[in-house]
């Protein structure tokens, strides 16, 4: 590269794109003294091992510009689609001490556009950034300075910041710069005294500055104060707003050569870089939750740390240049490492492509043969299938293994108490053995009980549809449980649960009355083996805009984004009466009954029954505890049955809450705090009070659908509780937000919204026509009394059958004028009826999203 020239060049979309700068030597286009950017499309080809030209472009700068400059180039979002596009920044000299600064953006045509420029009477150094907008800040003389292309003016910022060491966006907030805050002094001729908070800021040393706000954002602790003076370059990882107050997540590089991560102002990680004076750091994601911090040196050096243990990975010499993109297409990110050559002045001529895995090409291992370069993608396409597979049999093996170990437990129990029958020794078995014998096998020991014959040819074995059965007894209410297994393939809305007295033999089995509800709640599974929690590895993936690159990283997330739990559903029928009536018979026995209606033949339902199984109560039994549910006042809920006793038992109300100005984040706020809760670890979706007094033993699920609006649905044991809960929610919630009652539960809420979004649909479907046949009636009328009329002439002329036909041709004509002029519809109401049409066709998809959701 001559001297005239200059060459940047960073990564887009999988591509590395060169840009040079010359006086029009470089190639034939333009004339010869005019300056050219050219920019240069460069793709690895993984046949041949190297980088390949993919296309090219050039922009001439006709303007008589002097002292030409490349600032910078990367990638940011425009603010009018919010897509990310190359940019490059040029500096120009116009007239003496006059500097012109202009920003390109690049297009997938390779055509540029000027996006921003503005003139300035200093020249700008390295301090210049180009964030989302494009958005343009610098530093001159101690003070800040942003111009974007949205308002096209310099705007000073208000603070004073010694250094910024990150600025981006931050969600609910907006574009934001971190850095440290200038110090006040008390000193005459100073700056003004602070208030207290800027004191508060001050002493953190660290601030966060809001630009669209021009304020500081309280309460802002990011990094202890005995960090900041050797901190070297910081990145934001993740950021979040909890109760008007900034929670950051951050990693940072330090002047002793160390890498700490810090989380809401504690550090958690350090590691020891193994080389000195560290300048940048990058992330990059691998693939299957493994997350790598890139770190770049001054030395010309650079090194791989791991997230999950911040442990060295990997660590190269002699690095010119350090880029992190999908360079291979495979959906995960590789860095691309470019070596210093000075006998070859092409910038891709030594290179190394890697992802620490099982991916590596390198310019100095150019003898592959085809055979080589094609069994290495093969085992790559291969490797990966074949180790979830590997993963899927481990869990399958698992569940067999459970499942033959409770085989054999029963088989055990069983046989010994067979042994006993045939021995005449007393069978020792528990009752909790016994209840787990009936449950499983689904037959009873005791012959006495029998059913009606007349019903046995409706009544089914429960071994294939019952897993489990259970009561509890809460105040003064029984609820009986029966917990399905997967081979019940009705829904559950066609499922209840009925209880039947059996009092003696041969005696008639009176059905008790009883509430029935179908209880499904979410429940967290242990982790699948292999997997690796990670949680900030899809916000810092960079955007793929190509329609192939988008496709392979949805493949990918499905396959390899394993989550640290995987979520299952326990659903329970449960049955609820009233406990006193029972209470009568002293001891008394009950047959648990499970009614499943079924759709036949179109609309012919068919109706059978399973037996479940007996459950036997006693005076003797509640005055000794058992079976009584009780509140501990320092252990949690230990029995899954306890929770959905509760759930069963409890008043349930439902209510819609909205917030327009202000997100609901007080919401977890006043769950954990104000009324004392603690989240069932088994069911996370659920809240149990703590609190001491009347809320002691209410149940919260909180589901939040969007940062405005969610579904509150209380479990109390009486409408009293209820308002006091909601009373003390209405303190802590903010203005302006407000209740709505959903009187059937927010399932039967969603699912009525959406039949009245299908219905104002259909009515819109017939809007369309309806303008025409308001035209074809007034026709038909028309018609029918222009007949009417013809049919008197007729009559009275019925010899002369030659005089009917001028009336008939006269009608036909007539109704054919009136068609083809009358049915047309005008554009401005097509397009008027079409722009209702899709209004109302959005307003029943997101009605049937959220149906969907549940």
């Not at 969610?710 to 003390?728: D, E, K, P, W």
Request: proline residues 4%; negative net charge; hydrophobic residues 40%.
């Amino acid at each position: 590269m001559s001297s005239n020239e200059q060459e940047r060049l960073f990564c887009y979309n999988g591509e590395v794109l060169v840009f040079r700068l010359s006086k029009g030597n470089f190639v034939d286009e333009g004339p010869t003294k005019t300056p050219v950017l050219h920019v240069r499309r460069m793709v690895f080809d993984r046949g041949t091992g190297v980088f390949v030209q993919k296309s090219t472009g050039f922009f001439s700068i006709k303007e008589e510009y002097s002292h030409l400059k490349i600032m910078g180039c990367d990638c940011v979002s425009d603010f009018r689609t919010g897509i990310n596009l190359p940019y490059i920044m040029i500096q120009c000299i116009k007239e003496t001490n006059i500097f012109r600064y202009f920003l390109l953006f690049l297009h997938s045509t390779n055509k540029f556009e000027k996006r921003l420029s503005f003139r300035l009477l200093y020249e700008l150094k390295d301090s210049i950034r180009v964030l989302n907008g494009p958005l343009v800040l610098w530093r001159h003389v101690q003070t800040l300075f942003y111009i974007s292309s949205q308002t096209g003016k310099v705007v000073t910022v208000s603070i004073k910041f010694s250094s910024i060491e990150w600025a981006g966006e931050i969600e609910n907030v907006g574009m934001v710069l971190l850095g440290r805050k200038t110090c006040y002094l008390s000193e005459e001729g100073c700056t003004p005294q602070p208030s207290k908070s800027d004191y508060a800021t001050w002493n953190t040393q660290f601030c966060v500055y809001s630009l669209e706000r021009g304020e500081v954002i309280n309460d802002t602790y990011i990094i202890p104060p005995v960090y900041t003076s050797v901190i070297a370059c910081v990145h934001v990882c993740a950021t979040e707003i909890v109760n008007n107050q900034l929670r950051v997540s951050l990693i940072a590089l330090t002047q002793k050569n160390q890498l700490i991560s810090f989380q809401n102002g504690t550090p958690k990680s350090v590691c020891q870089l193994p080389f000195g004076d560290p300048c940048a750091v990058q992330l990059m994601d691998s693939g299957g939750g493994d997350l790598l911090f890139v770190i770049s040196f001054r030395s010309s050096d650079a090194c791989a740390v791991w997230e999950k243990n911040f442990q060295v990975a990997a660590k190269w010499e002699k690095v010119s240049s350090v880029l992190i993109d999908d360079f291979l297409g495979t959906g995960t990110e590789q860095v691309l490492l470019l070596f210093k050559d000075p006998l070859n002045s092409d910038c891709l001529s030594s290179f190394k492509i890697t992802d620490l895995d099982n991916l590596n090409y390198s310019s100095e291992t150019l003898d592959y043969n085809e055979d080589d370069l094609l069994d290495n993608k093969k085992n790559y396409l291969v490797v990966p299938p074949l180790e979830r597979r590997l993963k899927v049999g481990l869990v399958s093996v698992q569940e067999l293994q459970q499942h033959l170990l409770l085989k054999e437990k029963i088989i055990s129990k069983s046989y010994k108490a067979l042994m006993n029958v045939f021995q005449g020794k007393d069978d020792s078995t528990s009752s909790a053995e016994e209840e787990c014998l009936v449950t499983l096998c689904g037959e009873e020991e005791n012959p006495v009980y029998t059913f009606d014959e007349k019903l046995s040819d409706n009544f089914q074995d429960s071994e294939q549809l019952v897993e489990k059965i259970w009561y509890r007894v809460i105040e003064d209410s029984l609820v009986v449980g029966v917990k399905t297994t997967s081979s019940l393939k009705v829904s559950l809305n066609h499922v209840t649960l009925s209880l039947s007295m059996d009092q003696a033999p041969n005696s008639s089995f009176p059905l008790i009355k009883c509430q029935n509800r179908v209880i499904k709640l979410s429940r967290i599974s242990s982790p699948v083996p292999g997997s690796v929690p990670y949680e900030i590895g899809s916000a810092v993936k960079k955007i793929k805009l190509s329609v192939e690159s988008e496709k392979e990283e949805e493949k990918e997330e499905s396959i390899v984004c394993v989550q640290p739990s995987e979520k299952e559903y326990v659903q329970m029928i449960t049955a609820v009466t009233s406990l006193s009536p029972l209470l009568a018979f002293s001891n008394f026995c009950c047959i648990v009954l499970l009614q499943i209606r079924e759709r036949e033949n179109g609309n012919h339902s068919a109706t059978r029954y399973v037996q479940c199984g007996r459950i036997f109560l006693s005076l003797e039994d509640l005055s000794s505890g058992k079976y009584l549910l009780t509140f501990p006042k320092k252990k949690p809920i230990e029995h899954m049955e306890d929770l959905f006793a509760l759930l069963a038992a409890w008043q349930r109300a439902c209510f819609q809450i909205i917030s327009p100005s202000y997100a609901l984040t007080s919401m977890k706020v006043w769950l954990l705090e104000h009324m004392e809760c603690e989240v069932i670890k088994e069911f996370p979706e659920i809240c149990f009070c703590k609190r001491p007094g009347s809320f002691y033993g209410t149940l919260f699920n909180w589901k939040q659908r969007t940062p405005f609006e969610g579904i509150l649905i209380v479990y109390s044991r009486n409408q009293t509780v209820l308002f006091q809960c909601l009373h003390n929610l209405s303190r802590v919630l903010p203005i302006n937000s407000f209740f709505k009652y959903l009187k059937l539960g927010s399932e039967d809420f969603l699912i009525g919204h959406l039949a009245l979004a299908l219905e104002k649909e259909l009515v819109t479907l017939g809007s369309f026509s309806s303008a025409l046949v308001k035209v074809e009636s007034n026709l038909v009328q028309s018609c029918e009394a222009s007949k009417e009329k013809s049919s008197g002439d007729v009559a009275a002329l019925s010899d002369i059958e030659e005089s009917i036909h001028p009336y008939r041709k006269e009608l036909q004509r007539e109704k054919e004028q009136m068609l083809g002029t009358n049915l047309k519809v005008s554009g401005a109401l097509y397009r008027e009826k079409t722009l209702k049409l899709a209004e109302v066709q959005l307003k029943s998809d997101l009605a049937a999203q959220k149906v969907t959701d549940l």
